[in-house]
């Protein structure tokens, strides 16, 4: 009676190990496939990302523009936009630097005429790249995440600047970006083929002009 007891005991202790052993090698798969799953979504997501940006490029514009790229090569942008896409990015990132620099006017300048300036400057472009960015998600246009190397550089420059030196620099970078901006934004307006851009282009171009007005005005002031 012991012994058969004993043997009874025995096999159940078996069983429970069995059984133990058996859940430990279903957790250790359910692990590892967890761990195949995390590392076939982790390279999916690189190779989305190095495949968007082909050129290897760090600046933001160019990231930019190869992520769209490579939407319209997957068809997930119509490729009769490209030309619309391309003023996208170009607008974004020179909105993005108008308020920006004019931001670091607001800070370092003590000219009246500059900081009236400046605060139309971010007011009104702060307006526009929230519109440009709301257009752009519709369209599933990538914008650039931040200024272009080139802006970055500009707004370097100017950061280094102080007083007389930097009123003057601050009031011809908006003459000469407002004068290129305004031409880009024509052509946006008269040969551009997403009718929504186009539209929101030609609504803003007043607006630009204005600016421009404003900035020759300053221009003219603070060189005296």
Same mark, same amino acid.
């Given at each position: 009676m012991e012994i058969a007891l004993q043997s009874s005991i025995l096999s159940t202790a078996q069983s429970m190990a069995q059984f133990s052993y058996s859940v430990l090698i279903i957790n250790q798969k359910k692990l590892s496939m967890k761990k195949v799953i995390f590392a076939v979504s982790l390279f999916a997501a690189v190779s989305f990302i190095v495949s968007c940006n082909q *050129?290897?490029? !760090?600046? *933001? !514009? !160019?990231i930019a523009k190869d992520a769209n790229a490579q939407k319209i090569d997957s068809n997930l942008i119509n490729d009769s936009i490209t030309r619309d896409t391309k003023f996208a990015v170009a607008v974004a990132n020179g909105g993005? $630097?108008?308020?920006?620099?004019s931001q670091l006017a607001l800070s370092k300048s003590a000219n009246y005429d500059v900081k009236q300036l400046a605060q139309m400057m971010v007011e009104d472009h702060t307006k526009a790249n929230q519109a440009l960015k709301e257009l $752009? /998600?519709?369209k599933n246009i990538t914008l650039p995440a931040t200024i272009s190397d080139e802006k970055q550089k500009k707004y370097d420059?100017?950061?280094?600047?102080?007083g007389s030196d930097f009123d003057t620099d601050y009031a011809d970078c908006m003459v000469d970006d407002h004068t290129s901006t305004i031409d880009l934004f024509k052509k946006e307006a008269n040969n551009g083929n997403d009718s929504d851009i186009k539209a929101w282009a030609t609504a803003i171009i007043p607006t630009l002009e204005h600016h421009l007005e404003m900035a020759d005005s300053t221009? /003219? +002031?603070?060189? +005296?």
């Open positions: *050129s290897g490029s !760090t600046d *933001s !514009t !160019t993005m $630097a108008e308020v920006q620099i $752009a /998600a519709k420059k100017l950061a280094s600047e102080s221009k /003219a +002031r603070v060189n +005296r």
